[in-house]
């Protein structure tokens, strides 16, 4: 395989990167325009945060949520149902040479900002960043 499929750091490509982005971009669209027949989605805004391509660009895993993270598991199953339409409308809009297997999953960053602010907006947190010089006073230092 070709260095342009692979950084040495285990990072993703430029290209592995455009490619995910213009997937994303797809799905988002055919989502807002309603394509998808299914009362499941008709019901929900699914919301499609980012797109990992696999180096060969052979695997798409999309990662979305349901506004207010409602119904997760229905809507995961939903777009599993049309995965195969879904599939062939992908490559075609992106026009791929090969048609990306696709895979969703919840995204659970939105789940880890939330856990971040909370943390930051603990009292431990808010003390340690008001005193610094604390540290000294309980012994840290000496």
Avoid: C, W
Avoid at 9 to 22: C, D, F, I, N, T
Avoid at 83 to 93: D, N, V, Y
Avoid at 105 to 131: P, Y
């Amino acid at each position: 395989m070709s260095r342009a499929h692979h950084s040495h750091s285990g990072a993703p490509s430029q290209r592995m990167l455009r490619v995910g982005e213009l997937v994303r971009h797809a799905l988002a669209q055919m989502l807002s325009r309603g394509e998808i027949s299914d009362p499941v989605l008709e019901h929900h805004v699914v919301t499609v945060s980012r797109v990992k391509m696999s180096p060969d660009l052979k695997l798409a895993t999309i990662y979305v949520m349901p506004l207010g993270g409602q119904d997760e598991p229905e809507v995961l199953a939903a777009l599993d149902r049309h995965k195969r339409f879904l599939r062939g409308e992908i490559a075609h809009e992106v026009n791929l040479k090969f048609a990306p297997e696709i895979r969703f999953r919840i995204d659970d960053t939105f789940d880890n900002v939330s856990k971040i602010d909370a943390l930051l907006g603990s009292e431990h947190v808010k003390r340690d960043l008001a005193g610094g010089d604390n540290a000294e006073e309980d012994g840290v230092k000496e």
